[in-house]
């Protein structure tokens, strides 16, 4: 097919490593951040998670340069280093850092640990739960939302990251009631079974024909590769994207996002 | 009567209609209930700390540090729970000497797989859960772990040294003792000097459900009843094993599925992690939730397949079967889950597939090792069955140098023949094999690609292309009870269903199935819609609740339908006949005299009538009712089914493969199923594409790895590969219609039909597009790397690789068998 299809999620993975950022990343977490975790916690480690943490350390040992398109940089943080290894800091006081955002047209303002994930407030905090998580390596998609009108994996940044950003998640996206036409177009075309990678889709989808009004089956595919659903086998959720696009989902814009 | 829909006198039939499922608004808009949603006063949140051994001893376990942690609640390791904490059950032991071991919620002195849990923290956030988590500090001595399939059914390395033996269960049927046909060895020793013995070792690798909600639970014990809401197939399962474990009155727990995010078989079971939250929210007294995290589920939810499958299959010199032998080793992994050893015992019926064997013997060893627990992953025991023999069928095919679908049409059995019992004792109610292969040549196109592969084959184009055969049939709608007990099962296959009459008009349908994603909330509004006469628009579907639906069975083995659809017909009925006195008594006409037909209670020959909801609300008020008479049209149904019924269809898939790299693309795929009448065609579509895509997964890019010291490597989403939109096609459809004759509504089951069908057409269409190379058989999932090795392994004439089976000569048919080769 000469698809990226699975052998690319490295490059998500990349991402990830990439925008922990080098404060996030810090001696003791960033190479070597296994080897760290055994020594600290012996025999009580998550397996899962450190053999995610041998995955970064092989990755950050070898040369990976950032990618060329623009991700969000964290603002500076007074205080702790946030950091998503979640690594145990149990006796240490955690800093609260004030955040000010727009999420969903409504102004909001927190205070958050600096390591909070932009998905976890959003879910936590904030109750939008219809936002999802589904995956701890940033190859679900599920969580994705829109930062300043461009799609995002939520997981895959920190709140504080957010900081002064306008946010736009699935439960944004219909305004005054009316659904946006590609929420429309997943419901006409059976684009969903569970629902559960359907906010992420939807978004991702919304994304992709803001981008492209009038993609080919190959451009949609390519567009949603970094979204997982396990139900549907996509052919609907193609086949909703080319609906939407036929009805002039590309011509709008996502949510409070004007 | 305010705020019912009229349905229009014109309109036709619900059943049939591509209707747009109900339950989407709610999921397109993200106002979804998932259990992690759950937010509880005074909540507390769990984490686990897993082991990273795959079989070790728990020498001490230090969690002073974890304990002192800011905002932890407790600290609690096997040994503090030993005597509470229960043994999670197992509803299916295949043999009455099944050995099965303990299977502690959190182990106490001893791990057998890495995952297991070892210690639970609770705090009072989910961060601070898992930050002590990491503080707390276990020592194990490391012991031998089983962990090859095959050694350890040898007993080489003991998984748990305390029962003496891996072995678990050993399972057999034989048609000669069953008395449903001939001894398949003397079938084989005939046909070893006048016929063809095909000997096959075929492998199915392990997978993972990998569903996309992770498992979650919430309990809450502050009520009278304690309250667990978790992401589950099988609330009301759940409920009762709950009840059996702890000792709990049954009437004190109540069990919700609220949306719940995918399933497969994945959530066909009652969990560790259930127990323990169970556990905790009663010694705490207050509400704990625990979410797991995809590392988690990947390492700890149950897997499936993983199967040694050894077949041997007899044929005379024309290509008609004569037996079928196959000998099993199934890997049940660390414990005996709640049906684990039943999953291979299914397959045991649909060896024999669609065709008229004369004789059949399967053997099932099931095995304990230090791995992941095993269980149902859609299709359950079927698809592995399926692939066996469908991948035999084009090998008997090869061997005699014809086109594959010559040995099926001469093997199966024909449309006449139905209803038909089969060597493995099912009878099979209809179908009409003929119809849906002809159909998915057609669909695919079937000659014109063939002709396409002979000219790439005649050019020497590095680029070959393979056509891949399935033509499937599965047992599903889970189940007779009768049939249960006979296999030793623990519960019955019967299904439950209530519907309310409300005095608006509207009606409620109690189903005692619990959804995830199947559209049950629409195709059984289609139905009682039509039963009742009412508008779609006016059925509102309730399930998942232990109090709301207080009975039932759940949802797996494609039974939601066919089982819980016709237990809602005949509560339907029951209402039926109920109103009907009462439409007498209003009518002042005789009970003899009134006819019901759509929605509307009529005096024979008059035009005197009553719709229901008229009837509903006159019962509701009770002020005129006759004498003797209740004052309700609710009603109850339980539906036993009496027998599974057998969605078939024939599916073709083409793949390329670039022989220079090994790298295979599927090029088109083409079915017609035939799953009888259909409800809703466009639920029907999804649930053939996801089950597709399932199916093709397993023979393309899915597989459970573990390293030597039994951790599992494919333990997230970036090694565990999930197929994404650019790795799939556009699949190309359609249905023949042989309604099953078991039910009232003529259905058969379609979660499972896709995933059952797809594995073996793709494998089938690599293994034919390298053929001529002298290639016979890839295991999966057939990686370019494995793809390219066969090549090689022919090309350089070397020692034949686990991947790459010998050549043998399709030119000379009935000779001497070729031997199974993936030692
Ligand atoms: S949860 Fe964000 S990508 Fe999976
Ligand atoms: S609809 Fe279930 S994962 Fe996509």
Same mark, same amino acid.
């Given at each position: 097919m000469g698809r990226l299809g699975v052998a690319d999620r490295h490059l998500d993975l990349a991402l990830i490593i990439w925008s922990m950022s080098d404060e996030t990343l810090n001696p003791g977490y960033g190479a070597g951040c296994a080897a760290a975790l055994v020594e600290r916690t012996p025999g009580a480690v998550d397996p899962g998670r450190l053999a995610f943490y041998r995955l970064l350390d092989g990755l950050l040992s070898t040369p990976t340069g950032p990618p060329t398109s623009g991700q969000p940089r964290r603002p500076t943080v007074e205080g702790d280093a946030g950091h =998503?290894?979640?690594?145990?800091? =149990? =006796?240490l006081e955690r800093p609260m850092t004030k955040i000010n955002l727009t999420v969903d047209g409504a102004k909001v303002s927190d205070d958050v640990e600096p390591r909070m994930l932009l998905v976890q407030y959003l879910r936590e905090k904030l109750g939008k739960t219809g936002t999802v998580i589904g995956c701890d390596t940033s190859n679900c998609g599920a969580c994705t939302v829109h930062l300043n009108g461009t799609s995002v994996k939520s997981c895959n940044m920190l709140a504080v990251q957010a900081e002064g950003a306008e946010v736009t998640t699935i439960e944004g996206l219909a305004q005054n009631g009316t659904l946006h036409p590609v929420q429309e177009a997943f419901r006409e075309c059976h684009g969903l079974q569970c629902g559960f990678c359907t906010p992420g889709m939807i978004m991702q989808s919304v994304d992709l024909l803001n981008e492209n009004p009038n993609p080919s089956e190959e451009e949609i595919r390519l567009g949603l590769e970094g979204n997982l659903c396990r139900c549907t086998g996509y052919q609907n959720i193609v086949k909703s994207v080319q609906h939407a696009a036929a009805h002039g989902a590309g011509a709008t814009t996502s949510g409070a996002q004007a | 009567m305010t705020a019912t829909t009229e349905r229009p006198a014109d309109s036709t039939k619900e059943i049939g209609k591509d209707r747009r499922r109900k339950e989407d608004q709610r999921l397109i808009t993200g106002r979804t209930r998932w259990t992690d949603n759950i937010v509880l006063p005074g909540m507390l949140h769990v984490a686990m700390v897993r082991s990273p051994f795959a079989h070790a001893t728990i020498t001490n376990i230090d969690k002073s540090v974890a304990e002192a942690a800011t905002n932890v609640v407790t600290v609690i390791t096997g040994a503090d729970v030993a005597e509470e904490q229960g043994g999670l059950p197992n509803?299916?032991?295949? @043999?009455?000497d099944q050995i099965a071991p303990v299977h502690s919620p959190i182990a106490v002195d001893r791990v057998v797989f890495a995952g297991e849990i070892v210690a639970v923290i609770v705090a009072r956030s989910a961060a601070e859960a898992r930050d002590a988590a990491e503080l707390v500090d276990v020592d194990y001595d490391v012991l031998p772990a089983a962990l090859d399939l095959k050694e350890a059914a040898e007993d080489k390395v003991l998984a748990h040294p305390d029962l003496g033996t891996n072995k678990s269960a050993y399972w057999t049927f034989d048609s000669a003792q069953a008395g449903t046909g001939g001894n398949v060895e003397e079938a084989i020793t005939k046909a070893r000097t006048d016929g063809i013995v095909i000997e096959r070792e075929y492998r199915q690798q392990r997978l993972i459900p990998a569903f996309m909600e992770p498992r979650s639970t919430v309990v809450d014990p502050t009520g009278e009843q304690i309250t667990m809401w978790s992401a589950t197939q099988i609330p009301h399962i759940l409920k009762f094993l709950l009840a059996a474990v @702890?000792? *709990?009155?049954?009437?004190?727990i109540r069990v919700i599925a609220p949306d719940v995010g995918g399933g497969f078989g994945g959530k066909l079971q009652t969990t560790p992690e259930e127990f323990i939250t169970f556990l905790l929210a009663r010694r705490l007294g207050k509400p704990v939730k625990y979410t797991e995290t995809r590392s988690e589920s990947l390492m700890a939810a149950h897997h499936g397949r993983d199967q040694w499958q050894k077949l041997t299959l007899a044929a005379d010199k024309d290509g008609k079967v004569t037996g079928l032998k196959v000998d099993l080793l199934a890997d049940m992994g660390s414990h005996i889950s709640l049906v684990g050893g039943g999953v291979p015992v299914l397959g045991a019926f649909m060896f024999n597939a669609i065709y008229k064997f004369p004789a059949y013997q399967f053997n099932c060893q099931t095995v304990l090792t230090n791995k992941t627990w095993t269980d149902a992953y859609r299709g359950a025991g079927r698809p592995e069955a399926t692939f066996g023999i469908e991948r035999l069928m084009d090998e008997l095919a090869a061997e005699l140098g014809v086109d594959p679908f010559v040995v099926r049409e001469k093997n199966w059995i024909t449309a006449e023949e139905f209803p038909f019992t089969t060597v493995a004792g099912l009878e099979y109610d209809s179908g009409n094999y003929e119809a849906a292969t002809a159909r998915a040549k057609e669909l695919f196109g079937y000659d014109e690609l063939r002709a396409e592969q002979m000219a790439r084959r005649a050019s020497g184009d590095p680029v070959q292309l393979g056509i891949g055969v399935s033509t499937f049939t599965e047992m599903c709608g889970l189940a007779p009870s009768r049939v249960l007990g006979s296999l030793d099962?623990?519960?019955?296959g019967w299904e439950h269903a209530s519907v309310r009459m409300l005095p608006t008009g509207k009606v409620e349908v109690l189903t005692g199935v619990s959804g995830h994603g199947q559209g049950h909330e629409t195709a059984f509004s289609q139905i009682a819609a039509d039963r009742l006469g009412v508008a779609f628009e006016d059925v509102e579907i309730l399930h998942g609740d232990t109090m709301v639906s207080h009975k039932g069975l759940d949802t797996y083995g494609s039974r939601s339908l066919v089982v819980g659809g016709e237990a809602i017909v005949k509560a339907a009925d029951k209402v039926i006949e109920k109103a009907k006195p009462i439409a007498a008594h209003l009518l002042e006409a005789s009970v003899d005299d009134i006819e019901f037909e759509a929605g509307r209670f009529s005096v024979r020959g008059t035009d005197q009538g009553l719709a229901i909801a008229e009837i509903a609300l006159a019962t509701f008020a009770a002020h005129n009712l006759p004498d003797g008479v209740e004052p309700s049209l609710d009603s109850d149904a339980t539906f036993d089914p009496v027998n599974f019924n057998y969605p078939h269809g024939t599916h073709l898939c083409a793949m390329e493969v670039d022989t220079e790299t090994g790298q295979v693309t599927m090029r088109k795929y083409a079915a017609c199923d035939d799953i009888g009448n259909i409800i809703n065609p466009l639920i029907v579509e999804g649930q053939l594409h996801g089950g597709l895509v399932q199916g093709i997964a397993q023979a393309l890019w899915e597989e459970a790895v573990y390293d030597d010291a039994g @951790?599992? *490597?494919?333990?997230?989403f970036v090694d565990y590969l999930l197929p994404t939109a650019a790795d799939t096609i556009n699949f190309d459809l359609d249905h023949t219609t042989s309604p099953a004759t078991t039910n009232t509504l003529g259905t058969k089951g379609v979660g499972e039909a896709g995933t059952i069908a797809s594995t073996p057409a793709v494998v089938n269409a690599i293994v034919d597009a390298v053929r001529h190379l002298g290639i016979n058989d890839i295991q999966m999932p057939c990686t370019p790397e494995r793809v390219w090795n066969a090549i090689q392994g022919v090309h350089k004439g070397g020692a034949t690789e686990a991947a790459a089976m010998p050549h043998f000569d399709p030119?000379?048919?009935?000779?001497d068998s070729t031997e199974g080769s993936a030692q």
């Open positions: =998503t290894c979640g690594h145990a800091q =149990t =006796t | 509803a299916w032991p295949i @043999t009455p @702890t000792g *709990v009155s049954e009437a004190k099962y623990g519960a019955g @951790t599992l *490597v494919s333990g997230s030119a000379e048919p009935g000779q």
